[in-house]
C-alpha cells in the first residue's frame, strides 16, 4: 500500500532492510522488525513519524504504528 511505501522512503534504507514485514488496517500501520534497538528507538520517536508520514500521504491516514 502507499502507507507502507511512505514508510520505508521517509525512513530511509537502513529502517528499510530492517523492516520484516508491513501492513496498513484502519489506520494502524503494523511494523515488524529484526532489531529490538531500532524498535526501541522507532517507538519513541512514533509521534513525530505518524505526524511526517500523514503529511507525506497528505490525509490523517496513520493514527497508530504498531511496532513488533
Known amino acids: 500500500t502507499r ?17 520484516v514485514k508491513a ?5 494502524k500501520l503494523y511494523v515488524k522488525l529484526d532489531s529490538s534497538v531500532l524498535r526501541s528507538e522507532l517507538a519513541y ?14 490525509s490523517e491516514m496513520v493514527t497508530d504504528i504498531i511496532l513488533s
Open 3 to 19: 502507507v507502507v511505501h511512505v514508510w520505508g522512503q521517509l525512513l530511509g534504507k537502513s529502517v528499510k532492510k530492517r523492516t
Open 23 to 27: 501492513h496498513f488496517n484502519n489506520g
Open 45 to 58: 520517536a512514533k509521534s513525530n513519524i505518524i505526524g511526517k508520514m500523514n503529511r507525506e500521504l497528505g
